[in-house]
C-alpha cells in the first residue's frame, strides 16, 4: 500500500510540524514537499539490470528504423518501388510518433513503467514476425504494416531513458544512467547501420536475394522475442524506496493531486523549455534526416560501397555513444546543463559543415573522419536535451517531458528528410547538407536564450537542508532532555 505524505508526517519528528518548509513547496509546486525528507532514499543494485532490460528492447527496436534506410537501393530492386517509398519506412517511426505520444505519456503516468514496457515489447515483438512473412518481392504492403507496429513500438520507448533514470537511480547518477538508457537506443541504430548490408548483399538474383532478407528478419524476430520474455519475467515498476529526496518528493504527490492536462499545460507555457523543444527537434531532426538519407548520400559519390557506407553509419553512432556516455559523466559532476548543451549544439553545426564540405573530396577515409565528429557531437546531444528539460520541468513527469521533445524531432525530421532528399534531387547532396546547417544554425542561437532554471538540482538541495534541519532539531531535543534529566538527578540527591 502507498504511504501518503500525512502517513510519513505523523510519524516524524515534532520540529517538522512546528516549523514546515514552505519554501520547497512553493517552488517546486509538490504538496507536502517537507515530507519527502522523510521518506528513506536508499539505491538498489538491481537498477542496472533494470536499465540493461531497457537498453535492450530499445536497442531491437531503434535497429529495425534504419535496416530498410542503410540499404535503400537493394529493397528498392527487390519490392519494385522507388526511393522515396524505402524512405516512408523510416519516416513512418517520425509520422507515427506524433498522434500517440500524448496517449502513450498519459498511459505510462497512469499505469507506470512496467506496463508501458510489456505494451512497447509486445508490439515490437509482433513487427518482426509481420515483417518474416514480407520477405516476398511483391510483399511491400505488409513489411510496411510490420514496419508500422514497431513505430508505434517506438512511442513507448523513445521517451524513457530520463524517466527510469529517475525512478531507479540517485541524484548523482540520473546523467549517467540517462545516457545510458540513450545508449539502447544508439546501439540498435548502429547495428542497424553495420548488419543489413553484411546479411543482405546487393545480388541480381532476386530468389537468392529473398532468402538473405527472410534471413535478417528472422534474426530481428528471434531477439525480440527473447528480450520480450525476459521483461515480462524480470522488468519492475521501481524500487521499494526512493533513490534520491527528490524522487521522494514526487512520490509525496497523491494521485488525485496530479492531472495530466494540466501538466501539459505547464510545460506549453514554460518558455525555456519551450525554447529546447524547438531547438532539440531540430538538432534530432537533423540527425535523423542525415540517417535516413545516409545511403542516398554517400552512394552518389561512391558508388558500390554499401558495406562501407553501413560503416561509416555505425561510425557516426558509436562516435555518438562516446559523446553520449561522456556528456552524461560531466553533467553528474558539473551540473553545467545550459553550457554544455550549447557547446554540444554548437560543434554540432561545425561537423555538419566540415562533413557537407568533405564529402565529395573522393576519399572515403575522410568521410569516416567528419562523419565520426558529426556524430560524436549530434548524437551526444540526445541525452544532453533529456536531462535539460527534467531539469526545467521539474516537478513534471519525465515521460511527459520527454514526449514533447520527441514529438518536436519527429516532426522536424518528417520536415527534413523530405525536403533534404528534394534538395539533393535536384541541386545534390552539398545543398542538402547546408540546408541541414543552416537549421542547426537556428537551433544554436534559440538554445543560447534558455533560461537555466535548474528545479531539480534546488528541489535536492533544499530536502537536504530539511533534512539537516531535522537532524539539529533532533540533536536539540535530545541535548534538551538529556539536561533536564540531569537536573532531576541533582534534585534528587
Not at 46 to 51: A, C, S, T
Request: with cysteine; proline share 3%.
Amino acid at each position: 500500500m502507498r504511504e501518503t505524505c500525512q502517513d510519513v508526517n505523523e510519524n516524524s519528528v515534532n520540529f517538522e510540524a512546528k516549523e514546515p518548509d514552505r519554501t520547497v513547496q512553493q517552488s517546486n509546486g509538490i504538496p507536502g514537499g517537507a515530507c519527502a525528507a522523510a521518506l528513506p532514499a536508499r539505491l538498489e543494485s538491481r537498477r542496472w539490470l533494470i536499465l540493461f532490460l531497457f537498453t535492450s528492447y530499445s536497442l531491437s527496436n531503434a535497429y529495425q528504423w534504419i535496416q530498410y534506410g542503410i540499404i535503400n537501393n537493394i529493397f528498392m530492386k527487390f519490392y519494385g518501388v522507388d526511393g522515396f517509398s524505402v524512405d516512408w519506412l523510416s519516416m513512418v517511426y517520425m509520422l507515427v510518433y506524433i498522434p500517440f505520444i500524448f496517449p502513450v505519456t498519459w498511459l505510462l503516468d497512469v499505469k507506470g513503467l512496467r506496463i508501458t514496457a510489456l505494451v512497447a515489447n509486445a508490439l515490437n515483438c509482433a513487427g518482426t514476425w509481420i515483417k518474416v512473412a514480407s520477405a516476398r518481392s511483391d510483399m511491400f504492403w505488409v513489411t510496411m504494416v510490420g514496419q508500422l507496429f514497431s513505430a508505434v513500438a517506438q512511442v513507448f520507448i523513445l521517451g524513457l531513458p530520463a524517466r527510469i533514470a529517475g525512478v531507479w537511480f540517485g541524484a548523482d547518477e540520473v546523467s549517467t544512467a540517462c545516457s545510458i538508457g540513450v545508449f539502447g537506443n544508439q546501439m540498435g541504430i548502429a547495428i542497424g547501420f553495420l548488419l543489413p548490408p553484411i546479411l543482405v548483399p546487393n545480388v541480381e538474383d532476386i530468389n537468392q536475394l529473398m532468402y538473405y532478407i527472410r534471413v535478417m528478419f528472422y534474426i530481428s524476430a528471434g531477439v525480440a522475442t527473447f528480450i520480450f520474455i525476459l521483461v515480462a519475467i524480470v522488468f519492475e515498476e521501481r524500487p521499494e524506496n526512493p533513490p534520491s529526496l527528490s524522487q521522494a518528493q514526487a512520490r509525496s504527490t497523491s494521485t488525485h493531486e496530479y492531472s495530466y492536462t494540466s501538466s501539459i499545460y505547464r510545460l506549453l507555457v514554460n518558455k525555456p523549455f519551450m525554447l529546447l523543444v524547438i531547438s532539440y527537434g531540430l538538432n534530432v531532426g537533423c540527425f535523423y534526416a542525415v540517417s535516413t538519407l545516409l545511403n542516398r548520400m554517400i552512394i552518389e559519390h561512391y558508388p558500390g560501397e554499401e558495406v562501407n557506407i553501413g560503416r561509416i553509419g555505425l561510425t557516426i553512432v558509436t562516435a555518438g555513444m562516446g559523446g553520449s556516455l561522456i556528456c552524461g559523466i560531466w553533467l553528474d559532476k558539473t551540473k553545467t546543463y545550459k553550457l554544455t548543451t550549447l557547446v554540444v549544439y554548437v560543434l554540432s553545426l561545425v561537423g555538419m559543415l566540415v562533413y557537407a564540405f568533405t564529402l565529395s573530396l573522393g576519399h572515403l577515409w575522410v568521410v569516416f573522419v567528419t562523419a565520426g565528429i558529426l556524430g560524436f557531437f549530434m548524437t551526444g546531444y540526445l541525452p544532453l536535451g533529456f536531462e535539460f528539460a527534467v531539469e526545467l520541468t521539474y516537478p513534471e513527469s519525465e515521460g511527459t517531458s520527454s514526449g514533447l521533445l520527441n514529438c518536436s524531432a519527429q516532426i522536424f525530421g518528417i520536415i527534413f528528410t523530405i525536403g533534404q532528399g528534394k534538395i539533393m534531387d535536384k541541386w545534390g547532396t552539398f545543398g542538402g547538407n547546408i540546408f541541414l546547417s543552416v537549421f542547426l544554425l537556428i537551433g544554436t542561437i534559440m538554445t543560447g536564450f534558455i533560461k537555466s532554471d535548474l528545479r531539480r538540482q534546488k528541489a535536492n538541495e533544499q530536502a537536504e537542508i530539511l533534512t539537516e534541519s531535522k537532524i539539529t532539531a533532533d540533536e536539540v531535543e535530545k541535548a534538551v532532555a538529556s539536561s533536564k534529566n540531569l537536573e532531576d538527578d541533582k534534585a534528587v540527591k
